[in-house]
Nanobody
């Protein structure tokens, strides 16, 4: 079993920065990918960024790849999402998710484990 807990959300002004954290516990994660999704009200849950625990390259949504950075701390079993130069359309509940089925996936149905989410609101 895998448990995921997000933290770090809050209110931030446009152009500001936040760092989200996803604490992972349970099984070994060597063959897992840990992925951030987000969901704004009335919209589908959307892929944001993914990082395999193995150290293979990260993947990003095109609209965030020049602004966000996903990283991990293996010793702490934590995945981070650094959000820089945030925009109002970044406002959403951010979720982390995990799967060992594939190395990379943007598909919701491939993910076995989900956190409860953390709210990010970008507003002046």
């Amino acid at each position: 079993q895998v448990q995921l807990v997000e933290s770090g959300g809050g209110y931030v002004q446009p152009g500001g920065s936040l760092r989200l954290s996803c604490d992972v516990s349970g099984r070994s994660f060597d063959n897992y990918v840990i992925t951030w999704f987000r969901q704004a009200p009335g919209r589908e849950r959307q892929f944001v960024a993914a990082i395999p625990w193995s150290g293979r390259p990260a993947f990003y949504l095109d609209s965030v790849k020049d602004r966000f950075n996903i990283s991990k701390d293996n010793a702490k079993n934590t995945v981070y999402l650094r959000m820089n130069n945030v925009r109002p359309d970044d406002t959403a509940v951010y979720y982390c998710a995990a799967t060992g089925k594939v190395t990379y996936s943007r598909r919701l149905s491939d993910y076995d484990y989900w956190g409860q989410g953390t709210q990010v609101t970008v507003s002046s």
